[in-house]
């Protein structure tokens, strides 16, 4: 079964930038989407940004312009470089993907502290 692990969370000023990455366990067959999901307290889990096969990305407007999502050429890992951070963006981040040999299945990464905080 194929582990997504994350990492590159933390706690910054705003205005400041982090790193997430999310790495799948399973070599073989690139996703077809892979991303991040949000969930701040008390607050309903909104994806934040995706990106496909093909390398099309999409962003929710609130990011549009900070938030970039890359892959890699194996399509195994996800960065999300998050620049000019708010304290809105404060939340727990969660990595998802769906791969074309489980194609009903999202798989979760474990969630990623994300606190934008002066």
């Known amino acids: 079964q194929v582990q997504l692990v994350e990492s590159g969370g933390g706690l910054v000023q705003p205005g400041g930038t982090l790193r997430l990455s999310c790495a799948a366990s399973?070599?073989?067959?690139?996703?077809?989407?892979m991303g991040w999901y949000r969930q701040a307290p008390e607050k309903q889990r909104d994806l934040v940004a995706f990106i496909t096969r093909e390398g099309s990305t999409n962003y929710v407007d609130s990011v549009k312009g900070r938030f970039t999502i890359s892959t890699d050429n194996a399509k195994n890992t996800v960065w999300l470089q998050m620049n000019s951070l708010k304290p809105e963006d404060t939340a727990v981040y969660y990595c998802?993907?769906?791969?074309?040999?489980?194609?009903?299945?999202?798989?979760w990464g474990q969630g990623s502290q994300v606190t934008v905080s002066s």
């Open positions: 399973r070599s073989g067959p690139s996703f077809d989407v």
């Open positions: 998802y993907a769906r791969f074309p040999w489980a194609p009903s299945h999202v798989y």
